[in-house]
DNA sequence: ATAGGGTTAG
């Protein structure tokens, strides 16, 4: 359900080719890249292998090379390991390199709660930086030491950031302690203005642990973005206080459809489940078009197809947001012909489709092959007065691209009235990359760069195929382009390919929340 | 290069 891209994986092959560079080309400037990869790819314990041989080359390591091996012991709680790499930093003279320290303070109390060995390195630092002390204040904080974790924020003599903030604010969470945390935040709004989730977050956790329902409530409305942690602070605070026994708070039918979106977005099955027979229970096997339809959106997003047909079959009044989210549900689910049959019953009962009912049509097309309705479909758009969008488009390269009709695909972006974004491009190189056409994947790799709306996982996708064809070099000038288009632009999101529900490119959570309240209040 | 938020429950 999350959307977050799939870590890396690296197969054996892969390995031994960065164990041959090691041999062939020992620099720590091509080594440590691959090693940080390692560390924070889906087997981070590959990282050892690497690390294990770059340390038997005097020139293949430096010191930069310990804070990823360190990383990776952090990362799997490997405790042992950790003590070696300490030893060999002490014999390397590295000992005195703040990176490394900071990351042995780190590694002491993730892996044991270790909190003594930490203190004795953070004691030992004449000028420490604010991630030792972020490191140090989290650390406590984690461990359950809430006061002494307040205490050491209140000692700090540099300057903290939205880090720092964010693992004090925690620590008064922890503590319940109101004053503090309110100063924290507090100057958190003086002294910094951009948003950030993960602070906002911690805040939110705060004033939903420790202040008024009201006053979360309040926070989590105004915030410029929510992810899933948000949204699972605030259930978390639903759930706390119960549906059943609050007997001056009943939910609403606002309340249960904000409820049942942050079930969607996060696939809780379970919790929706217990929603919907609270529902039953109270309201007698009748619900409102606007819970139906917030029922049948989560059981769509957690993938119980047989649920949302149900509720939808017993909406008494069906809108085009209860046909479309089955459509679209049917059609992420792999019912592409499914999908298309429940559109002619739509238009049989007279609901007239609208864009987005469109893009779910498409993508059922694209997904189930169906090239020839797809087609269709796209042309049936205009008997509508649809004017196809930029996601209709990337629905369609999809389509052709899947299907292995790469000409057409590539020939389609051509023409097309308006430019070719990041999501079209990806589309057509996921489909080169599939059907193993090169040329046509270099040829349309080079527009990537400096376009618009591309997001990250593209350059990724190029990234995996090149290293998937062992070609190391041009993998790394990718992710190099990566990281230097990272200080521009923001990553774009891909959302519109997977979730058809959507009609713009925004962050997920914020996409839900505006186009239920939005939509659900045309009707 | 290193540090940051939420978590179902008998």
Redesign the pocket.
């Known amino acids: 359900m999350t959307l977050k891209p799939p870590k890396p994986t690296f197969t054996i092959r892969q390995l031994n080719q960065i164990q041959a560079l090691i041999i062939t080309n020992p620099q720590p400037h091509i080594l440590n890249p691959l090693l940080?990869t390692l560390t924070q790819s889906s087997n981070p314990q590959n990282a050892f292998l690497i690390y294990n041989q770059m340390l038997h080359h005097p020139l293949a390591y430096n010191?930069?090379t310990f804070?990823?091996a360190l990383?990776a012991c952090?990362l799997t709680h490997t405790h042992q390991k950790g003590l070696e790499i300490h030893a060999s930093v002490i014999k390397c003279g590295h000992l005195h390199?703040?990176?490394?320290q900071?990351?042995l303070i780190?590694f002491y109390y993730v892996t044991r709660n270790d909190i003594f060995s930490a203190h004795k390195i953070f004691d030992s630092l004449l000028y420490p930086?604010?991630?030792s002390w972020?490191?140090i204040i989290?650390g406590l904080?984690?461990c359950g030491f809430f006061r002494e974790a307040i205490d050491m924020f209140a000692a700090m003599n540099v300057k903290p950031?939205?880090?720092?903030l964010?693992?004090v604010i925690?620590a008064c969470?922890g503590l319940g302690s109101l004053k503090f945390g309110k100063a924290i935040h507090g100057y958190s709004l003086r002294n910094f203005h951009e948003d950030?989730?993960?602070?906002e977050?911690?805040v939110l956790?705060f004033y939903a642990r420790r202040g008024s329902p009201e006053s979360a409530r309040h926070l989590f409305v105004k915030m410029p973005k929510r992810?899933?942690?948000?949204w699972?602070?605030m259930i978390?605070g639903y759930?706390q206080r119960g549906f059943c026994e609050e007997a001056e708070t009943e939910p609403n039918d606002a309340t249960l459809v904000n409820v049942l979106s942050a079930c969607s977005s996060?696939g809780?099955l379970n919790l929706g489940q217990s929603v919907h027979s609270y529902i039953n229970s109270r309201y007698g096997f009748w619900v409102s078009k606007l819970v139906g339809n917030a029922l049948i959106n989560m059981y769509v997003k957690c993938g119980e197809m047989g649920m949302a047909i149900q509720v939808f079959n017993m909406l008494q009044v069906k809108d085009i947001i209860s046909w479309s989210t089955v459509i679209s549900g049917l059609a992420m689910n792999g019912y592409g012909k499914q999908a298309l049959q429940l559109f002619s019953l739509m238009i049989v009962n007279w609901v007239c489709p609208d864009d987005i009912t469109f893009t779910g049509l498409l993508s059922a097309c694209s997904h189930g092959g169906m090239v020839d309705q797809g087609l269709m479909i796209f042309k049936a758009m205009s008997v509508y007065k649809i004017v196809p969008q930029i996601q209709h488009y990337a629905c369609m390269v999809d389509m052709y691209g899947r299907a292995g009709q790469l000409e057409e695909a590539e020939a389609f972006i051509r023409e097309m009235p308006c430019e070719a974004d990041g999501p079209v491009r990806g589309a057509l190189l996921n489909a080169c990359r599939i059907h193993g056409n090169e040329r046509m994947f270099e040829r349309n790799k080079q527009k990537l760069i400096y376009m618009k709306g591309v997001s990250t996982g593209t350059f990724a996708l190029v990234s995996n195929t090149y290293a998937s064809a062992d070609r190391w070099e041009d993998a790394n000038k990718v992710r190099k382009d990566i990281r230097s288009m990272r200080l521009k632009k923001k990553a774009g999101c891909s959302w519109i390919e997977m979730n058809t529900l959507v009609p713009e490119e925004k962050s997920e959570n914020r996409a839900f929340q505006e186009i239920d309240s939005k939509r659900l209040h045309e009707i």
């Open positions: 940080k010191h930069y804070t990823h990383q952090t390199d703040l990176f490394i900071n990351s780190h930086d604010v991630v972020t490191t989290s904080s984690k950031n939205c880090n720092t964010v693992s925690s969470s950030n989730v993960i602070l977050n911690a956790d992810d899933v942690v948000s699972t602070t978390g759930v996060i809780a």
